[in-house]
């Protein structure tokens, strides 16, 4: 029984790890490669020319710092305002509660292009273009991620939240020192989440930048026109680099996710 | 209840609240009402048009098109992705020596880019002399022909939500109170029995949590298929979404835009209430 | 975790210092939104500096150039500045653009600016006219070319097809099956689209449109004309008899990769691909390119033009001077040879240099002679809903070839779309 599992794991890995692998693989082919008449697994020969070309950015500072400061400060506003949420929605009772939370989850499934333009005139109005604030504060609301935390919150015991009122600590003191070691693993998850799609997003950070330096890595990288020229190998090496990015996070916090996992979310 | 408990959960709430109504719900409503009134290409409005919109949506081949591609992806998605992700968790829900990197891996495909994940499938099937055809020994020119091309959006699909959800199950397994299992296991029960009526009833929160968000994934799919397919082979991987996007926001078709966006909402409220009543019948239980 | 909030705020406190860009006085700045990317985006940035460092210095104008993404990006762009009036002087962009700039008040026109407009190929002006005159300055102008494998072509001793009846003889001699009857080099690959079919429709007769009003350039089109002239039934017809030489493989993605590996003996694409394409062949064959074949003796018409072009949105001597000097014969030249572009300006084909780069880069004069030999009036298609048409044209085809579909059939359904599309836009637009 024990061996089926390790075995249909194992493969179930393969399936999952092959993409990346082989995306690894394919940002070292040479460009002859890719014309041959049989798909290759690896590489001819190690094409390091196609990461040369993919870091090859002017002022490439400028724009790492924007990408990470921008995907950084989205990701605080988004838990800030998604753990405050989903605490009420967890922990209190109040009026119209299903009603709110029905329509903040309707925000899910409002097609991102149809509300550009709107956004477009509120972040300019607001003299947001070409700052960080700008770039975030659109993409910094998730009702996914509250209603995930909510339903993470609610399954926490509510003895604690009583106990913790009696030792008259105040709710955020409850917050950050039980609620949230409690649900580090959803937490955690969100934050990820959150910093991943708003460094890697695209078409609204081109809209609300006009200045170069403001620009975002994600920017920077489709200049480079490795698409429009069929450069594939450095494109993906381009694909490699940006993702290697949060693996470096992910084996840093390697030890912090695994004991995460460890205690799991507490759903009833 | 309390008043004072109300005011606080208000004001806990206005971060959420102030995001959500500036950048969705403003714009939202705005969509809903322009969805009623006839408007130029240039955003003139020229009058009134009642559910004149509404009608040449629907009779739009293109459109009905898309909605039947998008039943059948979400069809086809949903189910596949639900149970690779509960048999990646289940599988390791139980500690496992030496699977804590596996674990990782699995969670790994959260920090791949959406366009990079579709460039990699891209290349992946390109063709008849993909990679994908070598190793399995195929013959199929995936992005060319009808059904393999849906597939392979399914298979992304799948890829780009497989560690999120495999993450969230996987939790949900482990925060099972392992007594309640010991206790099980002690009254013979075996190991099946323990799966089916302890583990999966306990986690079926979450499950059904994350069906829903596959559910809204697969219903708003559009940035894969412009990158993968463009709506093709010959328009059979058009999804709604997809239809919107080179109708509405390519060929600035105001009537698609508001209708289309009104529409994906309401189908939003629909999904929601066969949801409420899902769980509130399991509450009731 | 306190600390890196502190630290997140102080840098995000400090940004706006980055962002305040200094500028002299006197000095007038005019901004280009672009999507030259690659090579083409430092081609680009090197016309731009160079005219920062000569006429813009003695005139006391700067050019500043911000790339906006994909031509398509741009459009988007400036239609969310337009109504946030924070609209550049100047964007690039492509024919996708055109209908809706027509119809924009806030386009300043050529005529508004009093442009010269005698020296630019009179094709490529007329791809960007409308009833208002002409819309923006033609900038980088392409063709469609039929890209050969040279290496197969000589080796069967066969020369491009002329036209499509040729084209069907030779095809078996330059595609390939193996021992088991499995092609392994197709004659051709690829669906024919709106873009293509431009030119195949268009040619026929010495002229075609597919929709009156000049291809809807005189305002919206009330008819679709290919139905009644027969002029797309022609074209299926022979693109049928071409697809049952058995040469012929109808898909639609991957087109580009498969003539680079060999396994296509020839493809259409627009001339701006050339240097890509023979990038990305590199040892594996050599390229040629010809004219694309003609859909009969009569489809003398030859191709239209494709491209972009400059749109002002300011109106002011130094957004036109910034213009002439993009158009001005020796930056033509430059931009010709550094991206592979037609030179738009008529001066630059007397000239000594170009007769030397053609000499010496023969394919680059093909599409520059294909377009120079064309009908003037042949125009690209403004449509409403033009990506649908799009995507409809290549289902029509490949049902035709697929025998899904009768071609009488096949015609009256793309009549029909595009009938639908013209009246539901009426609908909206129209008062």
Same mark, same amino acid.
């Given at each position: ?12 890995? =393969? ?122 504060? %659109? ?130 | ?31 809903? /009402? ?11 409005? =020229? ?43 289940? !599988? ?50 995936? !992005? ?125 409220? =629909? ?15 | ?38 090579? /083409? ?46 609209? %550049? ?25 009093? =442009? ?175 004219? /694309? ?48 572009? /037609? %030179? ?39 449509? %409403? ?47």
């Amino acid at each position: 029984m024990k061996a089926l599992r390790i075995i249909v794991s194992l493969i179930l890995l =393969l399936v999952i790890a092959f993409p990346m692998l082989y995306g690894v693989a394919v940002s070292f082919f040479p460009k002859s490669d890719f014309n041959e008449s049989k798909a290759r697994l690896f590489p001819s020969r190690l094409e390091f020319r196609n990461y040369y070309r993919a870091l090859n950015i002017k002022n490439i500072g400028y724009y790492i710092l924007n990408s990470v400061g921008s995907a950084a400060l989205g990701t605080i506003i988004k838990l800030f305002s998604v753990i405050l949420g989903a605490f009420a929605f967890s922990h209190l009772n109040f009026y119209g509660k299903k009603a709110i939370l029905i329509i903040l989850m309707a925000t899910l499934f409002i097609p991102q292009d149809a509300i550009l333009f709107q956004n477009y005139m509120t972040i300019s109005s607001l003299h947001l273009l070409d700052t960080w604030l700008g770039i975030a504060l %659109p993409l910094s609301f998730s009702a996914s991620s509250l209603i995930l935390l909510t339903l993470s919150f609610s399954s926490s015991e509510k003895d604690y939240y009583d106990a913790s009122r009696l030792d008259g600590a105040g709710d955020f003191r409850y917050i950050s020192s039980i609620l949230l070691p409690l649900n580090q693993s959803v937490v955690l998850l969100i934050s990820i989440q959150a910093f991943v799609s708003i460094f890697n997003s695209f078409l609204w950070p081109l809209v609300v930048t006009n200045k170069a330096k403001a620009r975002t890595l994600q920017i920077a990288i489709t200049m480079l026109g490795f698409m429009e020229e069929g450069d594939y190998g450095a494109e993906m090496a381009s694909i490699v680099l940006l993702s290697l990015f949060f693996v470096v996070i992910t084996v840093i916090f390697k030890k912090r996710i695994e004991k995460a996992l460890e205690n799991g979310i507490n759903i009833k | 209840m309390k008043r004072k408990e109300c005011i606080k959960a208000y004001a806990y709430l206005l971060p959420c609240l102030i995001l959500a109504s500036v950048f969705f719900l403003y714009p939202f409503l705005n969509t809903l /009402i322009s969805s009623l009134l006839r408007i130029n290409t240039s955003g003139v409005v =020229l009058g009134f048009a009642g559910l004149s919109n509404y009608a040449l949506l629907f009779k739009d081949k293109s459109f009905q098109n898309s909605i039947l591609r998008t039943l059948l992806f979400t069809s086809l998605f949903v189910p596949l992705n639900t149970f690779l992700t509960l048999l990646a968790s289940s !599988l390791t829900a139980r500690k496992i020596k030496g699977f804590g990197p596996v674990e990782t891996i699995f969670f790994l495909p959260v920090a791949i880019s959406l366009s990079g994940a579709t460039l990699i499938f891209k290349e992946m099937f390109r063709g008849r002399v993909s990679i994908i055809n070598r190793l399995l020994g195929l013959e199929i020119d995936w !992005l060319n022909e009808r059904f393999p091309a849906m597939l392979t959006l399914v298979f992304l699909g799948v890829f780009l939500d497989f560690g999120i959800d495999y993450i969230l199950l996987l939790t949900s397994f482990r925060a099972i109170d392992k007594r309640v299992l010991e206790a099980a296991e002690i009254d013979g029960a075996s190991s099946a029995q323990i799966y089916f009526h302890i583990e999966l009833p306990l986690i079926m929160r979450m499950l059904l949590m994350t069906v829903f968000l596959a559910i809204k994934d697969a219903l708003l799919i559009v940035a894969p298929i412009i990158i993968l397919t463009e709506g093709g082979p010959f328009r059979s991987t058009e999804t709604i979404l997809f239809y919107y996007y080179i109708e509405a926001f390519k060929s600035g078709n105001r009537a698609v835009q508001n209708t289309v966006s009104t529409l994906m909402v309401l189908s939003a409220a =629909l999904v929601m209430v066969i949801y409420s009543l899902i769980f509130h019948r399991r509450d009731k239980k | 975790m306190k600390k890196i909030l502190i630290f997140a705020f102080t840098l995000f406190l400090i940004l706006p210092l980055f962002s305040s860009g200094e500028r002299e006085k006197g000095v007038t700045i005019i901004t280009i939104w672009h999507p030259n990317s690659g090579l /083409i985006g430092e081609a680009f940035e090197e016309l731009v500096n160079d005219f920062n460092q000569t006429v813009g210095k003695d005139e006391n104008i700067q050019i500043e150039a911000v790339y906006q993404g994909l031509a398509n990006d741009v459009l988007t762009k400036v239609k969310a500045a337009a109504i946030s009036k924070t609209l %550049p002087d100047i964007a690039q962009m492509d024919a996708t653009a055109a209908t809706d700039m027509n119809n924009a008040d806030y386009l300043v026109t050529m005529r508004d600016l009093g =442009l010269r407009e005698e020296e630019i190929l009179i094709n490529a002006r007329n791809a960007f006219s409308s009833e208002k005159g002409l819309l923006a300055m033609p900038f980088n102008a392409s063709s469609l070319l039929l890209y050969y494998n040279k290496d197969v072509f000589e080796e069967n001793g066969v020369e491009p097809p002329k036209t499509f009846d040729e084209f069907i003889e030779i095809a078996d001699k330059i595609g390939e099956k193996d021992e088991k009857g499995n092609v392994t080099r197709y004659a051709l690959q690829g669906v024919p689209t709106t873009f293509e079919l431009t030119s195949f429709i268009g040619a026929q007769n010495g002229l075609s449109y597919i929709v009156n009003k000049k291809n809807g350039h005189e305002g919206l089109p009330t008819e679709v004309l290919f139905g009644k002239e027969g002029t797309y039934k022609a074209f299926l017809e022979k693109w049928k008899e071409l697809f049952d030489t058995g040469y012929l493989n109808s898909i639609t993605s991957g087109v580009s990769t498969e003539f680079a590996s060999g396994r296509s003996a020839t493809m259409l694409q627009s001339s701006s691909n050339l240097s890509t394409v023979i990038d990305s062949v590199g040892d594996n064959f050599r390229v040629g390119v010809s004219e /694309i074949p003609m859909v009969n003796e009569k489809a003398t018409g030859g191709v239209a033009p494709s491209g972009g072009a400059m749109f002002a949105f300011t109106n002011s001597s130094e957004v036109r001077k910034v213009l002439e000097y993009f158009m001005r014969d020796d930056v033509q030249l430059k931009w010709a040879e550094l991206t592979g572009y /037609i %030179p738009l300006n008529v001066n630059v084909y007397e000239s000594e240099e170009y007769r030397d780069f053609i000499k010496e880069n023969p394919n680059f004069h093909v599409a520059m002679s294909a377009l120079n030999g064309s009908n003037p009036n042949l125009t690209n298609l403004w449509l %409403p809903s033009a990506y649908q048409i799009y995507y409809s044209f290549q289902k029509n085809i490949d049902d035709v070839v697929n025998e899904r579909i009768t071609i009488d059939a096949a015609v009256d359904e793309m009549v029909t779309t595009i009938k639908d599309a013209l009246e539901s836009y009426e609908a909206q637009n129209i008062v």
